[in-house]
């Protein structure tokens, strides 16, 4: 029950700001969530589920997230599981790729049809700029050259042959060339790339080989004069305590400098609170408590029941308006019972204008 409350926390009632205003998610889960994938993963296997349950899943059925690869017959059976899919869950909107020319795209691979086997290549989307780290970046050399050899990794891995895998650093030396990258330093990574994977082939690691007892010491990133000295520090203490001491350079991001960050008021994401609100109008005062979020709290004065909404139509004949500002933490609480006792004590302070007198009397009764 723990967990069930802890994810109903987490995705029920979440609040958003959005020009000023704010806004509280209904459905889904909020974008850039780090639940996002999980319960995405989770509410997909849930449909497949049912679908299995009733037969209803292809035979061939591979997914990864909410991407999914399945073999059809033929496209008139595609379009029936299509609209399987689509009837699972309404809100949720299922599209379908299909072989086109004996290729279809699928996370990052392009899958060539060559009956009776697959082959596999990286897949270069159209819109695709080519906008990787630049060579004049303010970052250390070692990112750099890690980034190639990232990109030649990833390559080899979803290359079936070699002549796909030469294709694509064929098309990886235009993409550096264009960063200004030296020719000769992707040249030479390349060949100690392809060196490495053909003596890993030959001979595999031993387990001695395979452990990483390397220590990283994470500092900032000066300019690379500074890192080449550092580098060079760190490798003779190496030699001298029998340790592999590496440095991790870490460049401040131009994002933390220039991102305007939206002011939340302090109020929206309050729960378990005694509060207080001051009408703009004239003295009129009103002390509350809530143990949901105070926004919900806010809202329900709103309300042509409240006595907030009652005063604001009697006395100054409208409605209220921007009402969040004028509300106000007076205690932060535990409980339900510490909510009354205090709610019950500020009543009893400040004796507002606009708490009935159920209040003043429920207030009597506990002190």
């Keep these: 029950m723990d967990l069930v409350d802890l994810l109903s926390v987490a995705t029920k009632g979440q609040l958003f700001q959005f020009n000023g205003a704010l806004y509280e998610q209904t459905d889904g889960v909020a974008m850039g969530s780090p639940l996002g994938p999980l319960l995405a993963n989770v509410f997909m296997s849930h449909i497949e589920e049912n ?11 591979r997914r990864y ?20 899919l689509n009837q699972a869950h309404f809100p949720v909107k299922f599209t379908m790729e299909t072989e086109c020319n004996g290729m279809l795209p699928f996370l990052g691979i392009q899958l060539l049809n060559r009956s009776p086997q697959i082959e596999t290549k990286v897949y270069v989307k159209p819109t695709n700029s080519g906008l990787l780290l630049h060579y004049q970046s303010h970052v250390d050399n070692r990112y750099k050259k890690g980034l190639l050899r990232t990109m030649l990794d990833r390559t080899h891995r979803l290359s ?12 990886l030396k235009t993409v550096f060339s264009r960063l200004k990258y030296p020719k000769h330093l992707v040249n030479s990574t390349i060949k100690s790339f392809v060196d490495s994977k053909v003596c890993d082939q030959q001979q595999p690691l ?11 010491v994470v500092l900032p990133f000066k300019d690379q004069i500074s890192a080449d000295i550092v580098k060079r520090q760190l490798k003779d203490l190496s030699l001298k305590v029998h340790t592999t001491i590496q440095p991790v350079f870490v460049s401040r991001k131009t994002e933390q400098e ?3 960050k939206e002011t939340k008021p302090p109020i929206v994401n309050q729960q378990r609170d005694v509060y207080g609100f001051q009408c703009d109008l004239c003295d009129a005062g009103y002390v509350g408590y809530t143990r949901g979020h105070l926004h919900n709290r806010v809202k329900g004065h709103k309300q042509q029941s409240s006595a907030i909404a009652k005063h604001y139509k009697n006395v100054h004949g409208t409605m209220p308006q921007g009402l969040l500002e004028r509300f106000k933490v007076l205690k932060k609480c535990k409980n339900k019972f510490d909510c009354l006792v205090y709610e019950m004590l500020f009543i009893r302070s400040l ?17």
């Design 65 to 84: 997230v909410d991407d999914t690869l399945t073999i059809m017959p033929n496209t008139e059976k595609a379009s029936n599981f299509l609209d399987t």
């Design 351 to 367: 004796k507002p204008y606009l708490n009935v007198q159920a209040d003043s009397i429920r207030a009597k009764e506990f002190l």
């Design 258 to 260: 220039l991102n305007v």
């Design 160 to 171: 079936s042959s070699w002549t796909h895998f030469s294709d694509e650093c064929d098309r």
């Design 51 to 61: 679908l299995e349950r009733e037969v209803k899943l292809p035979s061939f059925y």
């Design 206 to 216: 031993s387990p001695s080989q395979e452990k990483d007892d390397t220590i990283r």
